[in-house]
């Protein structure tokens, strides 16, 4: 009997990969670690569908199914002993993604990654290229699972670009991915507990630029400038005059008296995209060169960044309430993009920063709570590490720590009001795991608990 295909993994992404190896042929057994009712219901479901699947089952199970292939989702860690083992024995393991881009071979692919800036750099490239009537539909970290995808262009459609946007945990399983077109955000330390090091987390990135055909970078950030003599014909981009970069390189973008300028001269202003802080000018610049590689004129690059409404859960305007701004970035999961959301925005503010902590340097975090925060409310499981740094760093600012958004949501505001802060930022610092099931779950209870403050719940008391 021909030995099957396995799939770790009853996710999104996951129940696709299987559903796309079955299409192809395989033989193919869905393994999922957890068992609940709702995953007996949905794996008998996927039986009727012709697929194997076993629940409560350990990566040890792989030793006596004798795999001839291992597809994993992206949540399962790459180093695993037994994946060790079996890819030492010549068992192809690979990711989801990888699947994805060995079966979509008829449109090329964009790839998009970055510790922070990526997922608005996705959806703003997507958008730059759907407007010019393109179809640049998103996968990957963020839209669609890549395969989910894949099975829609199994079914006849065919793209004109893929856009995806990549996770170090994606690349790491996508050995042979090739985007066309990459794109490197930024590099800060970020999932450190599952690579080991930040060199090991940066050549993971870094991989992906050197396998793609024309790489677009960031040289304003000086972890992947650094890396410069790996890539000799790559596109950089900086927000500063085109000088900055020389004489190592010449800009593809920068930034001269206020124009977005390439060699051959200005594009457009600058300030044409509806989006604040710095670091959403280094987004657009690399969307920007991206598109312009990918055929686009300036005057429809223009016209598209003119109308990007931005990106949910990413310094996203919720409400205005009795003369405060409540902004939800709950994509800041980790010390630098919940910084950078600080430098963007104008004090004095209310943040509310919690969850679960993840390695990295709070210095430059702390220095923008220094500099905005009139008052930080703390929460979940970093709250009582998180209030105890705040307080011994920026002892004029008001620190105080509550269970939950539940609590924090409506005390923020009467701090607001009490405080005269205009804005109420969550942009928590951290993973959303203690206590949601993934930040966008965190985001839109956050949206909820603000738009309750004015049907009557009850505000808060200082």
Same mark, same amino acid.
């Given at each position: 009997?021909?030995?099957?295909?396995?799939?770790?993994?009853?996710?999104?992404?996951?129940?696709?990969?299987?559903?796309? !190896?079955?299409?192809?042929?395989?033989?193919?057994?869905?393994?999922?670690?957890?068992?609940? #009712?709702?995953?007996?219901?949905?794996?008998?479901?996927?039986?009727?569908?012709?697929?194997?699947?076993?629940?409560?089952?350990?990566?040890?199970?792989?030793?006596?199914?004798? &795999?001839?292939?291992?597809?994993? %989702?992206?949540?399962?860690?790459?180093?695993? #002993?037994?994946?060790?083992?079996?890819?030492?024995?010549?068992?192809?393991?690979?990711?989801?993604?990888? !699947?994805?881009?060995?079966? =979509?071979?008829?449109? &090329?692919?964009?790839?998009?990654?970055?510790?922070?800036?990526?997922?608005?750099?996705?959806?703003?490239? %997507?958008?730059?290229?759907?407007?010019?009537?393109?179809?640049?539909?998103?996968?990957?970290?963020?839209?669609?699972?890549?395969?989910?995808?894949?099975?829609?262009?199994?079914?006849?459609?065919?793209? $004109?670009? !893929?856009?995806?946007?990549?996770?170090?945990?994606?690349?790491?399983? %996508?050995?042979? =991915?090739?985007?066309?077109? %990459?794109?490197?955000?930024?590099?800060?330390?970020?999932?450190?507990?599952?690579?080991?090091?930040?060199?090991?987390?940066?050549?993971?990135?870094?991989?992906?630029?050197?396998?793609?055909?024309?790489?677009?970078?960031?040289?304003? $950030?000086?972890?992947?400038?650094? *890396?410069?003599?790996?890539?000799?014909?790559?596109?950089?981009?900086?927000? *500063?005059?085109?000088?900055?970069?020389?004489?190592?390189?010449?800009?593809?973008?920068?930034?001269?008296?206020? =124009?977005?300028?390439?060699?051959?001269?200005?594009?457009?202003?600058?300030?044409?995209? &509806?989006?604040?802080?710095?670091?959403?000018?280094?987004? =657009?610049?690399?969307?920007?060169?991206?598109? !312009?590689?990918?055929?686009?004129?300036?005057?429809?690059?223009?016209?598209?960044?003119?109308?990007?409404?931005?990106?949910?859960?990413?310094?996203?305007?919720?409400?205005?309430?009795?003369?405060?701004?409540?902004?939800? $970035?709950?994509?800041?999961?980790?010390?630098?993009?919940?910084?950078?959301?600080?430098?963007?925005?104008?004090?004095?503010?209310?943040?509310?920063?919690?969850?679960?902590?993840?390695?990295?340097?709070?210095?430059?975090?702390?220095?923008?709570?220094?500099?905005?925060?009139?008052?930080?409310?703390?929460?979940?499981?970093?709250?009582?590490?998180?209030?105890?740094?705040?307080?011994?760093?920026? &002892?004029?600012?008001?620190?105080?720590?509550?269970?939950?958004?539940?609590?924090?949501?409506?005390?923020?505001?009467?701090?607001?009001?009490?405080?005269?802060?205009?804005?109420?930022?969550?942009?928590?610092?951290?993973?959303?795991?203690?206590?949601?099931?993934?930040?966008?779950?965190?985001?839109?209870?956050?949206?909820?608990?603000?738009?309750?403050?004015? $049907?009557?719940?009850?505000?808060?008391?200082?």
């Amino acid at each position: 009997m021909v030995r099957p295909t396995a799939v770790i993994g009853l996710g999104r992404s996951g129940v696709s990969a299987a559903r796309l !190896l079955h299409l192809q042929g395989h033989r193919v057994w869905l393994l999922e670690q957890r068992q609940t #009712p709702q995953l007996h219901g949905k794996a008998a479901a996927l039986r009727q569908e012709g697929l194997h699947v076993q629940l409560n089952c350990s990566l040890a199970h792989l030793e006596q199914l004798n &795999p001839q292939a291992v597809v994993l %989702s992206p949540g399962v860690c790459w180093t695993a #002993p037994i994946l060790v083992q079996l890819r030492r024995r010549g068992v192809a393991v690979y990711g989801e993604t990888e !699947l994805a881009w060995q079966t =979509m071979t008829s449109a &090329p692919w964009i790839g998009i990654t970055g510790t922070n800036g990526k997922t608005t750099i996705t959806n703003m490239v %997507s958008h730059l290229l759907q407007q010019a009537g393109q179809d640049a539909p998103i996968c990957g970290n963020t839209g669609a699972a890549a395969t989910e995808l894949a099975l829609e262009c199994h079914g006849g459609r065919r793209p $004109d670009w !893929l856009v995806a946007e990549l996770s170090s945990f994606q690349i790491e399983a %996508s050995p042979t =991915m090739a985007p066309r077109i %990459s794109i490197w955000s930024t590099l800060t330390p970020d999932h450190l507990d599952r690579h080991g090091s930040f060199a090991a987390y940066g050549a993971i990135k870094a991989a992906l630029v050197t396998r793609s055909a024309i790489p677009v970078l960031n040289g304003d $950030d000086p972890q992947i400038w650094r *890396r410069r003599p790996l890539w000799p014909t790559a596109r950089w981009i900086t927000c *500063r005059s085109g000088t900055a970069l020389q004489p190592h390189r010449q800009a593809a973008l920068s930034i001269e008296e206020g =124009m977005v300028t390439a060699p051959s001269g200005p594009l457009f202003s600058a300030d044409i995209l &509806p989006l604040p802080g710095r670091h959403n000018r280094i987004n =657009m610049l690399l969307a920007t060169a991206a598109a !312009l590689e990918a055929g686009l004129e300036p005057s429809q690059i223009a016209d598209g960044l003119r109308s990007f409404p931005g990106v949910p859960h990413r310094l996203e305007t919720i409400a205005r309430h009795q003369g405060v701004t409540y902004i939800n $970035d709950s994509k800041a999961t980790n010390y630098d993009a919940a910084r950078t959301a600080l430098e963007a925005l104008d004090g004095p503010l209310v943040l509310l920063a919690g969850g679960r902590a993840k390695r990295g340097d709070a210095h430059g975090w702390l220095e923008g709570i220094a500099a905005k925060a009139v008052a930080v409310i703390c929460y979940g499981e970093a709250g009582d590490a998180f209030t105890a740094q705040i307080q011994q760093a920026c &002892p004029h600012v008001v620190c105080q720590w509550l269970p939950g958004l539940g609590e924090a949501v409506p005390h923020s505001h009467a701090l607001a009001v009490h405080l005269g802060a205009a804005t109420v930022l969550l942009s928590p610092a951290c993973a959303s795991f203690d206590q949601y099931p993934d930040f966008e779950a965190r985001g839109e209870h956050f949206r909820a608990l603000v738009q309750g403050l004015g $049907d009557g719940t009850p505000q808060g008391h200082l």
